[in-house]
């Protein structure tokens, strides 16, 4: 019997399987518009299946998902980057070139750096109680993508430190 709370875990990773799919096809035909290394073109898959820990540090070669704490977060990580999508936020929404659609709700991090994607449809909800928490002064990797819970946000970096801060408040690019 599916519950509203699996309802809703199905709807934002699917949301967030699209945007990978759209990201890795834009990739693809434009021939990698980033001038850094590339990755494998495997599919990404987000399951729940590799469970973040709540120590200090948790290291993977699977693909996983989390959320933070109050469930507004939630990332999928696999060796290809990060998605994460943040169901409500304050920060003005970031501009998407050729996007007409809603903007600021999906944050991703991969080869060619970091970028939000254009949402068609409704924006992602809030997390469900059966997505894994990393709590807060966790962090979670998969290959060279780690990821950092803290109540100022979600931190998330590549092996050169090049990344994002996404917080309900605000987001920031991360230096490399």
Do not use: K
């Not at 991969?110 to 997390?127: M, Y």
């Not at 990821?147 to 987001?171: E, M």
């Amino acid at each position: 019997m599916a519950t509203a709370r699996n309802v809703r875990l199905f709807v934002i990773v699917d949301v967030v399987l699209v945007v990978l799919v759209i990201v890795l096809a834009i990739v693809f035909f434009s021939g990698g518009r980033g001038g850094g290394d590339t990755s494998d073109d495997g599919s990404p898959g987000a399951t729940a299946s590799s469970t973040p820990s709540d120590s200090s540090s948790a290291t993977s070669a699977e693909p996983l998902a989390f959320a933070s704490p109050t469930g507004n977060i939630a990332c999928t990580m696999s060796v290809d980057g990060v998605t994460c999508t943040i169901a409500s936020y304050t920060y003005a929404p970031p501009v998407v070139a050729g996007c007409t659609e809603v903007t600021g709700h999906v944050l991703v991090l991969n080869a060619d750096g970091v970028a939000f994607s254009c949402v068609d449809g409704p924006p992602p909800a809030v997390a469900g109680d059966d997505v894994p928490v990393l709590e807060y002064g966790s962090s979670t990797s998969v290959g060279d993508y780690t990821c950092r819970s803290a109540t100022d946000g979600v931190q998330c970096i590549d092996a050169s430190g090049a990344g994002f801060q996404l917080a309900r408040a605000s987001w920031s690019e991360l230096p490399a």
